[in-house]
Each structure stands twice: as C-alpha cells, then as structure tokens.
C-alpha cells in the first residue's frame, strides 16, 4: 500500500528527497505524512500535505528545512530535507491518513492514530 524510499547516509548540512508510493486504499485517503522515530525515541510527526488541496504542516524542527509535497496523478508522497542536522537520524515512515475535512485535519494531523496505512520505513543517517 505505501512503499517508502530515499533514505541513505548523508553528511551533516546536506540534503536528502525521500518518496513515498501509494497504491490501493493508501491512495485515496485525506492526507500523507511523514513520520520519524531515532534509536531509543519514540515516533514523532514530521510533515503532512493533504492529497487534494496541498495544504501543508510541519513539525516545528521541520520547518524551513523540509518541504513536503504530493503528486496526485502519481498518488506519490515526497519529503525534500535540507540542511540535515544529526540530530535528524532516525528511521522515516510515510502514512496517509483519514480526516474527515480540513477542519479535521488541521487539528489532528499530528496523531499518528489518525494514519491508517503506514510504509516499511526508510533509514536517514546523518553523520557529523
């Protein structure tokens, strides 16, 4: 249903795209996201883009670093990361999720209990 990839080992201050392929029931949800989880930490939220109006949210760490986009026709999920931190080591998962509106989706796009369909995950390392 969603098939991660992208992930690699990069050096800090460098950048990473990561992709994500949905297919089935994955593709016709409200929202895809990214979320991350570093050794001994538990998953956290990175950034989430509605399928249709493109409207986007990001963690705040994510912000100004990381862009999130979609490609409808593709029913493909991307997380461009820019000046990578070592701190931002960790396994990525792409989910998508079900909202009911935007409404909905603005207020509960943090909670990963609200992603129904979650990829294999992708390893992102970043060396100092």
């Known amino acids: 249903q969603l098939q991660a990839s992208g992930g690699g080992l990069v050096q800090a201050g460098g950048s990473l795209r990561l992709s994500c392929a949905a297919s089935?029931?994955?593709?016709?949800?409200?929202?895809i996201g990214w979320f991350r989880q570093a050794p001994g930490k538990e998953r956290e939220f990175v950034a989430a883009v509605t399928w249709r109006s493109g409207s986007r949210r990001y963690a705040d760490y994510a912000k100004g670093r990381f862009t999130i986009d979609r490609d409808n026709t593709l029913s493909m999920g991307y997380l461009e990361m820019n000046s990578l931190k070592t701190e931002d080591t960790g396994v990525f998962y792409c989910?998508?999720?079900?909202?009911?509106?935007?409404?909905?989706?603005?207020?509960?796009?943090?909670?990963?209990?609200?992603?129904?369909?979650w990829g294999q995950g992708t390893q992102v390392t970043v060396s100092s």
């Open positions: 989910a998508t999720g079900s909202f009911d509106n935007d409404f909905d989706y603005r207020r509960d796009y943090t909670n990963s209990r609200r992603y129904v369909y």
């Open positions: 089935g029931r994955a593709a016709t949800t409200y929202a």
